[in-house]
């Protein structure tokens, strides 16, 4: 497995019925010790989130994404989580919650480049259920 990187990553969902267990998957969080990698990748579509729930506030959850972002980046503005170390920001973003952005399990793999694979997962776990929602 040369030149491959040992990389973790977890799907985000959005749940916005915490009661109901219904969720979208809407991001994908990775991290890469290695490359000191951290970044976050999101969509939100509001007639997919309207589908779940009609009275969310699709800004609100806009925002808590962003913020999901802030932290990655380490954006000063985003407070004390976003401050600690890369490793710990990642197992922060990826801890259990019961709220309306959670995250999947962290899942384990290797890849050539980061970045090019926080594209392959996102595309294959979030944009593919981008499928416009008939009546």
């Given at each position: 497995?040369?030149?491959?990187?040992?990389?973790?990553?977890?799907?985000?969902?959005?749940?916005?019925?915490?009661?109901?267990?219904?969720?979208?998957?809407?991001?994908?969080?990775?991290?890469?010790?290695?490359?000191?990698?951290?970044?976050?990748?999101?969509?939100?579509?509001?007639?997919?989130?309207?589908?779940?729930?009609?009275?969310?506030?699709?800004?609100?959850?806009?925002?808590?994404?962003?913020s999901f972002q802030n932290i990655c980046m380490a954006n000063k503005n985003a407070g004390p989580i976003a401050?600690?170390?890369?490793?710990?920001?990642?197992?922060?973003?990826?801890?259990?919650?019961?709220?309306?952005?959670?995250?999947?399990?962290?899942?384990?793999?290797?890849?050539?480049?980061?970045?090019?694979?926080?594209?392959?997962?996102?595309?294959?776990?979030?944009?593919?259920?981008?499928?416009?929602i008939t009546q």
């Amino acid at each position: 497995m040369q030149g491959k990187l040992l990389f973790e990553y977890a799907v985000i969902r959005l749940v916005p019925r915490v009661e109901r267990e219904e969720f979208i998957n809407v991001g994908v969080v990775l991290y890469c010790s290695k490359k000191q990698f951290l970044q976050v990748k999101f969509t939100l579509l509001p007639h997919r989130v309207k589908a779940l729930d009609a009275s969310i506030d699709v800004d609100e959850i806009e925002a808590r994404l962003q913020s999901f972002q802030n932290i990655c980046m380490a954006n000063k503005n985003a407070g004390p989580i976003a401050q600690l170390p890369i490793a710990s920001r990642f197992r922060w973003l990826t801890a259990n919650k019961s709220t309306v952005l959670q995250t999947s399990a962290v899942h384990p793999g290797f890849c050539g480049n980061p970045g090019h694979e926080l594209d392959k997962l996102f595309t294959k776990l979030v944009e593919v259920n981008r499928g416009q929602i008939t009546q």
